[in-house]
């Protein structure tokens, strides 16, 4: 049985006061939680994320990394400094940092992979835009970039790591994949792993994202091979993040 788990994507929002104030609600329920709960904070708010979260059972992470372990990469922030951080998961691969900062199958799986050699858990994140799931192509495209990272680190590497299937179409829009959409595409990706090795395909966990909200959450993570969400908008307010935390179970 895998256990589900909630990771909030906190995009580019937050302040200091705003964050403390999120925050405080979530560290005291997530006691009371039976699923694994994740804030994916804006890279200066690691610090603070740290200190009000350290001892909780609430683990946080960042939204990207760059993929060099140093260098003269101007902006750029390394998978050790995340670690600094007490980071444990990164996001990689976001539909975001793919359309908006060019990130190609290529410089996913590269981040993927810098990730995992510090030690800190990739949550790699597949989706088809809208044009693509009109085309027929939802799962060739899924496919493709999930194997473009399953190439590049081995099946076995794919254990320390999680996905999230992120419609494009979903993601900001209002519009969730309807349970039994995201359910055909969760079972296609865990069977395409399965083809590598089915221990790793049984135990990987498959987050869905794309307007994730309360109403809708439980139905979505009692289909089968959905294990828990990826959520934007809905983790900026503590009750709808809780909420969808509780629907996990
Ligand atoms: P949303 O974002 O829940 O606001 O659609 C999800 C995501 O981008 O991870």
């Known amino acids: 049985m895998r256990k589900k ?8 929002y937050g302040s200091l006061p705003r964050n403390a104030a999120l925050l405080a609600p979530i560290r ?4 009371g939680l039976a699923c694994d709960v994740v804030v994916c904070a804006p890279f200066p708010y690691l610090g603070q994320v740290q200190s ?11 939204q990207t990394l760059n993929e060099y372990a140093e260098g003269a990469y101007t902006g750029e922030v390394s998978a050790a400094m995340l670690g600094e951080f007490g980071c444990s998961y990164v996001l990689v691969g976001h539909s975001e940092r793919r359309s908006l900062f060019g990130e190609s199958d290529a410089t996913v799986a590269a981040k993927f992979a810098a990730a995992q050699a510090a030690g800190i858990r990739p949550v790699l ?13 939802t799962l060739a495209v899924v496919g493709r970039q999930l194997a473009a990272v399953v190439e590049r ?15 494009v179409w979903a993601i900001g829009t209002g519009v969730t994949a309807s349970p039994a959409q995201a359910q055909e595409v969760h079972a296609a990706i865990r069977a395409q792993l399965a083809e590598r090795d089915a221990a790793v395909a049984d135990e990987m966990r498959i987050l869905y994202g794309g307007s994730v909200k309360p109403a809708g959450a ?5 289909q089968a091979d959905i294990d828990g969400g990826l959520v934007g908008g809905a983790a ?13 179970g």
Not at 28 to 31: D, Q, S, T, W
Not at 125 to 137: D, K, N, P, S, V
Not at 218 to 222: D, Y
């Open 153 to 167: 680190v081995g099946i076995s590497a794919m254990r320390a790591a999680l996905l999230a299937y992120e419609p």
């Open 52 to 62: 009000l979260l350290t001892g909780s059972k609430v683990a946080w992470g960042a």
């Open 236 to 248: 900026l307010v503590a009750d709808d993040f809780l909420a969808i935390c509780q629907a996990a």
């Open 125 to 137: 994140c597949l989706g088809e835009t809208l044009a693509e799931r009109e085309a027929g192509q």
């Open 5 to 12: 788990l909630v990771a909030g994507n906190w995009k580019m």
């Open 28 to 31: 005291v329920a997530a006691e």
């Open 218 to 222: 439980k139905e979505l993570f009692a």
